[in-house]
């Protein structure tokens, strides 16, 4: 039975070029995980849907961990779904870069495993999807779930290919990623499931139009039961 309560906290992390990173924690109470999740954000930052996302993952027994990846250009960065501030997410994740990403994402596993977990997967939305996605192949994670990660079929461009078990969902009426991108990330990682649904790009935020609660309730069913499986 999952814990219904999670004690939630923002802290600091510090990645290992110096910089240092909040980071929201949500942790079961009445368990002891021993396993956690990385949880990165869309283009939006760390805002109330990446909070409860991250708490829904803790409420399913996990110790979850969403770090403010755009601390590196804004701190504190938490926006809401407008055409503005598409266009203001999309500059801050721009403004990254790929070692910044690394070296962030690294600080939160690292955090993860001296909680004492001893496995680590890893879930992202849209900018966060493309993350999980390559984090799969080229950090120490155990598992990764990428959600609608419009740069994923840039990575299968680049020839990476995930190391750990992986899954990936995708709205088939999505306007930012094609159906043949799908096509193409299904094609070159045929050990990596690729799930469609009849739906648009975020359909998995109840905070935004495009949300579609059947697809949303299905990715985050077949979400868990592959998080269960993959970090038993």
């Not at 990173?21 to 849907?49: K, R």
């Not at 994402?105 to 977990?117: D, S, Y």
């Not at 493309?130 to 461009?157: E, H, P, S």
């Amino acid at each position: 039975m999952f814990p219904t309560v999670n004690a939630m906290t923002t802290i600091t992390l510090t990645a290992a070029d110096g910089h240092e990173l909040a980071a929201y924690v949500a942790e079961p109470i009445g368990t002891a995980p021993s396993a956690g999740i990385v949880v990165i954000q869309e283009i939006f930052g760390v805002n109330p849907h990446i909070q409860e996302d991250t708490d829904r993952f803790a409420a399913a027994g996990y110790l979850a961990i969403a770090p403010h990846m755009f601390d590196r250009v804004k701190r504190g960065v938490s926006i809401g779904y407008t055409a503005e501030t598409i266009g203001e997410g999309r500059d801050y994740a721009m403004a990254l870069t790929p070692a910044g990403i690394t070296a962030d994402v690294n600080a939160a596993i690292a955090e993860l495993r001296a909680r004492g977990v001893t496995k680590v997967g890893i879930v992202g939305y849209c900018f966060g999807g493309t993350v999980a996605a390559t984090a799969a192949a080229y950090l120490d994670v155990d598992a990764a779930v990428a959600y609608y990660g419009g740069g994923v079929g840039d990575l299968v461009k680049s020839g990476a290919v995930p190391k750990v078990p992986t899954i990936c969902h995708f709205g088939m009426r999505d306007v930012w990623i094609p159906s043949e991108v799908v096509d193409s990330v299904a094609a070159a990682w045929p050990d990596v499931t690729v799930y469609r649904y009849d739906a648009n790009h975020g359909f998995h935020c109840d905070h935004r139009a495009d949300y579609d609660q059947p697809s949303s309730d299905l990715a985050q069913e077949r979400t868990l039961a592959f998080l269960a499986d993959a970090l038993a």
